[in-house]
């Protein structure tokens, strides 16, 4: 068997570019005249995020405009100064939003349970607000290949569903549009690339602390099965875009498409 090493430096940031632009546009992520907020969370993938909307930016035949968000949700020792610096440093236009999200995640979730599904819907209300307050049309989630697999993983094992991430994402009230410009991109390589830039990263102290979260298990599960098969990611994420509705049980999706011929009728059966 032949290993392949893995992408470093110059070959690594090219082949990131890269995903990010033709994720672009395949699903029409970056357009002429666009203001994006970019969520900064201070993770690595955030912060390889909006690095990599600005490489594209400095090369796309287009403008638009990248506006550096990031959330204080009161965590206690909340280190502020570390993304604002940051940003700063690079030249980012930057925003610090306060909101005491984490007393209301405490206080709501018994003992025990885990934060993140509340944390994330406070979260994301609080940024669609902003959005729409900074005058951006577009919101940029730092969500990448492996974070689309497990969410699929997730919603089959535990919540009865055959849904994953979408790359582009209208929201219910119809104010925002959320993007995930790093929905290809593999976690290792992300990785790989905030190591190498030394991006400040500010660990969650919150949901980040709970070892027993079902994420954390799936992201075992699916890393042990990676090590036998190195390719089963690229050939789970290529499946997302490959889908076969007639092998699958929706009879709701069957109508919509137009293929009831399939389902029969209730007087088929005797």
């Known amino acids: 068997m032949v290993i392949v090493p893995p992408r470093t430096g110059v070959r690594l940031e090219k082949h990131l570019v890269d995903e990010v ?19 900064l969370s201070g993770g690595k993938d ?7 909307l600005r490489e594209i930016r400095r090369k796309a035949p287009f403008d638009f405009q990248l506006v550096a968000v990031n959330l204080d949700q ?3 020792g909340f280190p502020q100064h570390v993304i604002r610096d940051w940003c700063e440093a690079e030249g980012f236009e930057h925003r610090m ?3 005491d999200t984490y007393s209301v995640v405490l206080e709501k979730i018994p003992e025990g349970k885990t934060y993140c599904s509340l944390c994330s819907r406070l979260r994301r209300g609080i940024l669609y607000d902003a959005a729409v307050e900074l005058g951006c049309n577009k919101i940029a989630l730092g969500h990448h290949r492996d974070d689309v697999l497990e969410t699929l993983f997730l919603n089959l094992m535990f919540a009865g569903q055959l849904k994953a991430m979408p ?10 549009v959320v993007i995930r410009p790093l929905i290809t991109c593999a976690e290792e390589d992300l990785a790989r ?33 990676s090590e036998k098969n190195p390719r089963m990611k690229s050939s789970m994420l290529a499946a997302l875009g490959n889908v076969r509705p007639t092998h699958l049980l929706d009879r709701g999706l069957w109508e919509r498409l137009g293929l009831e ?10």
């Open 21 to 39: 632009a033709r994720a672009s546009r395949d699903f029409s992520l970056l357009a002429e005249g666009d203001r994006i907020l970019c969520a």
């Open 46 to 52: 955030s912060y390889a995020m909006i690095w990599l």
């Open 74 to 76: 009161g965590h206690p």
């Open 97 to 99: 939003l306060h909101r």
């Open 167 to 176: 790359p582009k994402l209208f929201s219910d009230d119809g104010r925002n």
């Open 193 to 225: 690339l905030a190591e190498e830039k030394s991006f400040p990263v500010v660990p969650c102290d919150l949901c980040g602390s709970q070892e027993n979260l079902q994420r954390k298990q799936i992201k075992r599960l699916l890393g042990e099965l």
């Open 261 to 270: 011929r399939l389902i029969g009728t209730d007087d088929a059966v005797p």
